[in-house]
């Protein structure tokens, strides 16, 4: 079992639908990254958290470190927000796990 | 400001060739990191230098890969003999500052016949 978990691994949704992305990990960290990958391209760091939520335009994420959980939510959602979502957590040392990603598919 | 930069952007190399990945992190930053997505799995963490020492080399494959980073600037990854199972993308990324958000570069995919 990974000690990082994402869910859904595959998402298709509406133009302008809520989206929401879900992470769970098993292990202790120092803190949580939300990363964003298009097809083809480079990986762009979304957010770094490690308590409560932060919001950046349409995207908001949250992160609850008693149960081992966040999420990422995209409100309005966009055809240009198609896009694999990665969950990545910073154990203590400073490594990086990354979850195995969501791809996104969102339709005009 | 540049972001972190890799060359090459694809790398295609027969078995038992070598080949020699470079990454130029964002001025300044004293932390870089390389990782390795290989097909239908997960990134997964290769190494960690702080300046010029290897912090975290706990995921090199073994010892085929070679990471080095003199001066403490950029950072190249050496594959020798290259193996078809190493055939993936390669990403750099750097920090100011171990627990600061890390940048990413855009990855080399380097693919192995």
């Known amino acids: 079992k990974n000690e990082v978990e994402q869910s859904p691994q595959n998402l298709t949704a509406q133009e302008g639908e809520f989206i929401t992305i879900n992470c769970s990990y098993s292990?202790?960290?120092?803190?949580l990254h939300w990363l964003q990958q298009h097809p083809g391209g480079g990986i762009v760091s979304l957010f770094m958290?490690?308590?409560g939520k932060k919001k950046h335009g349409r995207l908001i994420a949250t992160i609850n470190i008693q149960e081992k959980h966040s999420s990422l939510h995209i409100t309005a959602s966009h055809p240009r927000d198609s896009a694999v979502y990665i969950c990545?957590?910073?154990?203590?040392?400073?490594?990086?796990?990354f979850g195995a990603g969501t791809i996104l598919r969102v339709k005009s | 400001e540049a972001g972190v930069t890799q060359f090459p952007s694809h790398s295609v190399i027969e078995k038992g060739q070598t080949v020699t990945l470079r990454c130029d992190p964002i001025s300044g930053h004293d932390n870089l990191y390389w990782y390795r997505r290989v097909m239908g799995k997960e990134i997964k963490f290769l190494l960690h230098?702080?300046?010029?020492?290897?912090?975290?080399e706990s995921g090199m494959p073994n010892n085929r890969f070679l990471a080095e980073r003199t001066g403490g600037t950029y950072s190249t990854l050496k594959v020798q003999p290259a193996e078809l199972e190493d055939s993936g993308v390669y990403f750099c990324?750097?920090?100011?500052?171990?627990?600061?958000?890390?940048?990413f570069g855009p990855g080399t995919r380097l693919t192995v016949l």
């Open positions: 292990v202790g960290i120092s803190a």
């Open positions: 990545a957590v910073r154990k203590y040392g400073n490594k990086l796990v």
């Open positions: 230098f702080v300046k010029e020492s290897k912090q975290d």
């Open positions: 958290l490690s308590s």
């Open positions: 990324a750097s920090s100011y500052g171990s627990e600061n958000e890390q940048f």
